[in-house]
């Protein structure tokens, strides 16, 4: 049962545009979210977190929004750039008294136009 | 510099061959996790270790066995229970439960 849910597979930007990537849940005990990216045949690399205490959370170029209510985040990148091809993967965690492990969407491969 | 080292990069296994994967971390984290990739999925638990001698099963933890006899070291064993073992394996360290993970460069085994 996949709690944590990318359904867009792939998205391609132009260069300079904005980059939207979705991301739903289905556990509302949620409480810490992040972003992470993945080059090919590398690790994931953290990006970006939000706790539910927050609806929004900014560094440089990427936000990270959380609607708690839609069980919805969103990872804004502006502007998109060619080096932010790669694939984006949206984590949640419970809070701890209630488990100890990150859930993982599927990913979502995003290819920035130059 | 920190970070999460695996080993080995690629790995090829006959069937029926027991394979051992080695995660080593030098940012003193207490935490460590095993995670599998295969295409069209998210990144699976396999097992994590929340201390030293300790270490519970994920979701996927059928086939597999790990250890944890020092903080530094979190190894995991693909036994030849796992009936499908090829993947691409990610291991990763967090402090605690405080916050984001730190994963190595994954190490991907392939089955012949």
């Known amino acids: 049962d996949q709690q944590v849910k990318q359904n867009s597979p792939s998205l391609s930007v132009q260069e300079g545009r904005i980059s939207i990537l979705n991301c739903d849940y289905t556990n509302s005990m949620f409480d810490y979210f992040l972003w992470y990216k993945k080059y090919p045949a590398e690790g994931p690399t953290f990006l970006i977190s939000?706790?539910?205490?927050?609806d929004k959370n900014e560094d440089g170029r990427f936000t990270v929004f959380l609607n708690k209510s839609a069980k919805h985040l969103s990872l804004h990148i502006v502007p998109s750039q060619p080096g932010d091809s790669a694939v984006y993967f949206c984590?949640?965690?419970?809070?701890?008294?209630?488990?100890?492990?990150?859930?993982f969407g599927t990913g979502t491969s995003l290819t920035v136009i130059p | 510099d920190g970070g999460i080292t695996q080993s080995p990069k690629y790995l090829f296994r006959k069937e029926g061959q027991n394979v051992t994967l080695s995660c080593e971390q030098n940012?003193?984290?207490?935490?460590m996790y095993w995670y599998r990739q295969d295409p069209g999925q998210g990144l699976r638990l396999i097992y994590y270790?929340?201390?030293?001698?300790?270490?519970q099963k994920g979701d996927i933890a059928e086939g597999y066995s790990v250890s944890r006899e020092k903080k530094e070291s979190f190894p995991l064993t693909v036994t030849s229970a796992q009936k499908n073992p090829t993947a691409f394996y990610l291991c990763?360290?967090?402090?605690?439960?405080?916050?984001?993970?730190?994963f190595g460069e994954g190490s991907r085994l392939t089955v012949l």
């Open positions: 990763a360290s967090s402090i605690e439960y405080t916050g984001e993970l730190f």
């Open positions: 940012l003193n984290h207490d935490a």
């Open positions: 984590a949640a965690r419970p809070p701890q008294s209630i488990g100890n492990q990150f859930y």
């Open positions: 939000i706790s539910s205490i927050k």
């Open positions: 270790s929340q201390i030293v001698n300790d270490f």
